[in-house]
């Protein structure tokens, strides 16, 4: 089972990036899905979260700017991030908790990640 992220980038600050992330492979069901980041020389922290009914978490210093949003059909999340600042320079990482076709519990995925540079 993998996820494969894209759409990381340079953008200027104000703007805009749109990433998604697909998991493929031997996988029934999903349930969290989610955004994590990581700064250089700062710890990996949630950017924001959808569980499978929808329901949304944000981290305050995205709240009101990044959007996520999810594909249960496509086992897609993705997440739009507007009014990009040069403080959400980091590298994102998509997360879920998969169960994997023959495993009997859930587990953490994570991708590999994608690099966004937001200049100012």
């Known amino acids: 089972v993998q996820l494969q992220a894209s759409g990381g980038g340079l953008v200027q600050a104000g703007g805009s990036l749109r990433l998604s992330c697909a998991a493929s492979?031997?996988?029934?069901?999903?349930?969290?899905m989610g955004w994590y980041r990581q700064a250089p020389g700062k710890q990996r922290e949630l950017v924001a979260k959808?569980?499978?009914?929808?329901?949304?978490n944000y981290a305050s210093a995205v709240k009101g700017r990044f959007t996520i949003s999810r594909d249960n059909a496509k086992n897609m999340v993705n997440l739009q991030m507007n009014s990009l600042k040069p403080e959400d320079t980091a590298v994102y990482y998509c997360?879920?908790?998969?169960?994997?076709?023959?495993?009997?519990?859930?587990?953490?995925?994570w991708g590999r990640g994608t690099l966004v540079t937001v200049s100012s």
């Open positions: 997360n879920a908790e998969g169960l994997r076709r023959g495993a009997s519990y859930y587990s953490v995925l």
């Open positions: 492979g031997s996988i029934i069901s999903i349930n969290d």
């Open positions: 959808i569980t499978s009914g929808g329901s949304q």
